[in-house]
């Protein structure tokens, strides 16, 4: 007990020991001033075992790259303070059960294993103020040897340049690493998981590389992780979730900006994150690329402009994607939905891409509401594979200038909802959508300006109300229709077209619709049942409903521009409307 060695600088050359000093079961002991440059080359210079309380202080047991400087194995109240330890296989290393064991101001650089923790139950423990530059490994626990790690305090070190990892934190719950730690110009950041329980927080801490490697690695398998404030910049990942379960983890005010993808996880199941107010810009593959996450928030104004890609979600349910900024400059994939479904996307702004918000496989029962992807080249598309697409909703979205405003090719759509969209001044069509089944695009939507207003290209009871297919200088189609069946068209305003409606082999009814000044009001062919009632249909250049099939349209009860009715088409320079081959008696 309390004993004290003081070696008074003297050196002990021991140079084929495999433990220069060994102590076992003191409780007190205090070592100083030893000095073992070289020694045990591949054993250990320090070994404490068992035991309480012991201080090794202003010990030098560097070595030449082997063997370990300073060992303490189920020992409790270890201090160490100012020893050096470079170049070893482990630096200092603290193995087997323990608690409240320290190294401070420790030089432990040019290491393989700077400071190491292994095995056992160890709590309290802390490493502060210590060099651990140029190791390979900065500070590790778990890793290798397994054991649960708690409470630990790590601050104020030196983990520049290391040629791995800066830190490894396996096993690691209740702990904090925190601003004062030094990591930059590391191959990889820090890596945590293997079991982490809740409570371990990573903050404000500067973990950049040069356009590789990892800046935070989380293992499988760990709970209650909070990132805050971490610089991740330039690496090939900013932060990497490996495969296997995760949840309730935290992202918050974090700077992935110029890596290849700012936030990337593997597969897994990956639940219940929060991921909000990080800069996630400029990244050269994608911003944030997220596989089978579920109930997780992605908002809070994240930066994701100047991307290649903005952000992609694979398998997910029930997330919650608001606010988020992933604008490109003409190319590369806002934000894309693969498979997702329950999801609500939420005033997300993504303009001029190639696709501004894209949801595709079997993404169902999503809702996209207040989004702008203007002045894309698709704002919003759908693209069905391996089964049909359902209940998703699109709403008061802005998809004005686009080529196309709200696309949707291939595959099986059913029960579809679209309101107050503004499709308006597209180049194409302002909706391009195939095989959609009873779906409404729904009143307050503009399709004004645009080149053409709606295609519907095969599908039923799919309804059309309340909308503005208006064009000008009687050019381009306002609604389209083809191998559409029970197909409703209800207060549509169509002016300005060539053709105002047009329908391919379409059965339905149109009725309260207003078109004038078209080229042709209304084009037909093929109809097997098709009726337009209620109706203004005036003005129209060339035709008010021109019917390009023997099959009979039902044009009655329509208002024509003249309280005599329509005219047929001979002879053709009367001045009311002009119809072929339709029923038209009984007029308004």
């Keep these: 007990r309390s004993s004290d060695l003081d070696g008074g600088g003297h050196v002990i050359d021991a140079p084929n020991a495999a433990v220069v000093i060994h102590t076992g079961g003191h409780t007190g002991l205090t070592i100083k001033n030893v000095i073992a440059p070289g020694s045990a080359a591949s054993g250990i210079g320090v070994y404490v075992w068992g035991g309480s309380a012991a201080t090794i202080s202003n010990v030098d047991v560097s070595g030449a ?38 190294a401070s101001a420790c030089d432990c650089s040019g290491s393989q294993f700077g400071i190491r923790f292994l095995g056992g139950v160890q709590q309290g423990n802390a490493a502060s103020v210590c060099n651990c530059s140029a190791c390979q490994y900065g500070i590790v626990t778990g890793w290798g040897g397994g054991g649960s790690f708690s409470s630990f305090t790590l601050s104020q070190n030196d983990l520049r340049n290391c040629s791995q990892w800066a830190m490894i934190l396996y096993g690691m719950s209740e702990t904090d690493v925190g601003a004062d730690n030094t990591c930059t110009n590391c191959a990889n950041g820090i890596a945590v998981g293997n079991g982490n329980g809740p409570g371990v927080r990573i903050h404000d801490l500067d973990l950049s590389g040069a356009g590789t490697g990892y800046g935070v690695y989380v293992s499988a398998d760990s709970c209650n992780i909070v990132i805050e404030r971490v610089q991740a910049r330039q690496r090939g990942n900013g932060i990497n979730f490996a495969q296997g379960d995760h949840q309730l983890d935290v992202i918050s005010g974090c700077d992935f900006s110029g890596c290849q993808i700012g936030l990337y996880s593997e597969q897994g199941i990956h639940r219940s994150f929060s991921v909000v107010n990080n800069d996630v810009r400029d990244c050269t593959e994608w911003g944030i690329d997220l596989v089978n996450f579920h109930d997780t928030e992605i908002g809070g104004d994240n930066l994701l402009t100047g991307c290649a890609n903005g952000l992609i979600v694979w398998g997910a349910s029930g997330m919650n994607i608001h606010d988020v900024d992933v604008s490109g400059i003409g190319t590369g994939t806002g934000l894309s939905l693969a498979g997702s479904d329950h999801t609500v996307v939420a005033g997300v702004v993504a303009r001029q891409r190639s696709q501004g918000i894209f949801l595709s496989y079997t993404a169902s029962d999503d809702v996209v509401s207040g989004c702008d992807c203007s002045s894309s080249q698709y704002g919003i598309q759908f693209q069905e594979q391996f089964g049909p697409q359902h209940d998703n909703i699109v709403s008061g979205c ?26 308006s001044n597209c180049s194409g069509w302002g909706m391009y959508l195939q095989v959609f089944s009873d779906t409404e695009v729904g009143s307050g939507s503009l399709f004004t300006g645009s080149a053409n207003g709606i295609w519907l290209g095969g599908g039923q009871n799919s309804t059309v109300t309340g909308v503005d297919l208006s064009g000008r200088g009687n050019a381009g189609t306002g609604l389209g229709a083809y191998l559409v069946s029970s197909l409703t068209v209800n207060g549509v305003t169509a002016k300005g077209r060539g053709k105002g409606l047009s329908f391919d082999t379409v059965s339905g009814q149109v009725t309260n619709a207003d078109i004038e000044g078209n080229a042709v009001g209304v084009w037909a062919n093929n109809c097997p049942a098709l009726t337009i009632h209620q109706c203004t249909i005036a003005g129209d250049t060339t035709y008010g409903v021109e019917n390009d099939s023997a099959l009979t349209v039902d044009a009655r009860q329509n208002w024509w521009g003249s309280a005599t009715g329509p005219t047929d088409k001979n002879p053709p320079n009367r001045s009311e409307e002009h119809t072929s081959e339709l029923q038209s008696l009984r007029h308004l």
């Design 65 to 102: 790259g082997s063997g370990v400087g300073v060992q303490a194995d189920s020992a409790s109240g270890v201090v160490l303070e100012s020893v050096l330890a470079r170049q070893r296989a482990t630096g200092i290393g603290f193995g087997g059960d323990g608690q409240g064991n320290t």
């Design 398 to 423: 802005n998809c004005s200038g686009c080529a196309i405003g709200v696309v949707a090719t291939g595959g099986n759509y059913i029960s579809f909802t679209f309101a107050a969209d503004d499709c």
